[in-house]
């Protein structure tokens, strides 16, 4: 391999909306809007599939926007965001469990992009099985020494521990926060002094070339 690649480690997955569904996740998003400054040759989003027909839909929309992809097949069912909306309109999510993203396997083809990795982006949420996390970890340890590894924390209903935010904060040169996560992070580590006032935790969903 000659050239090195900027990641999106973790989740893809689609969110189910009232009217209709669309492909999104975090490392994947940043790889795509990576790809529109660096050229999209040379950004990769790595996960996980299933053997199902959203797995192909999933290969189909990322084709169609130029994205590269390494995105090995497991017995699992592709992820799924099932999106609600109350009288309001305002949206709750599930999150789907024990799907493909939560499953992927440190092969080859992904130890091969590890060490040719110029900056990857991993968050929290594709850790909260001990299969991705292990192939994160892994991941980040065979990157060169000087690849930029972003830590954009993504802190979604109760999938994340302490114990996983400490190893990431350890891996990572690169942390992305935001006020409301600064607050939860603080209060979590015992910095009650980061709060700031009259702010919300947000749960804004971003969806792929959005």
């Not at 490392?27 to 040759?41: D, K, R, S, T, V």
């Not at 990431?168 to 603080?186: A, H, P, T, W, Y």
Request: aromatic residues 8%; proline residues 5%.
């Amino acid at each position: 391999m000659n050239k090195r690649y900027v990641v999106g480690l973790g989740e893809v997955l689609w969110d189910v909306l009232p009217e209709g569904k669309k492909l999104g996740g975090a490392p994947a998003n940043f790889a795509y809007h990576a790809g529109q400054f660096l050229g999209m040759n040379n950004t990769i989003a790595v996960s996980a599939l299933g053997e199902d027909k959203l797995a192909d839909e999933t290969i189909e929309a990322l084709r169609e926007h130029g994205l590269n992809d390494l995105l090995p097949r497991v017995p699992y069912p592709t992820g799924t965001v099932q999106v609600q909306l109350d009288e309001q309109g305002i949206p709750t999510y599930d999150i789907k469990e024990n799907v493909a993203w939560d499953n992927i396997p440190f092969d080859d083809d992904i130890a091969e992009i590890a060490r040719n990795c110029r900056a990857v982006c991993f968050g929290s949420l594709a850790q909260r099985n001990v299969v991705s996390r292990e192939t994160i970890q892994k991941f980040l340890d065979a990157t060169p020494a000087d690849c930029l590894k972003i830590f954009d924390i993504n802190l979604r209903q109760q999938f994340y521990t302490q114990e996983i935010l400490r190893e990431s904060f350890q891996r990572c040169n690169i942390l992305k926060i935001n006020d409301e996560e600064l607050v939860l992070i603080g209060r979590m580590f015992g910095y009650p002094g980061l709060d700031i006032e009259n702010k919300q935790p947000r749960h804004a969903r971003s969806h792929l070339w959005h």
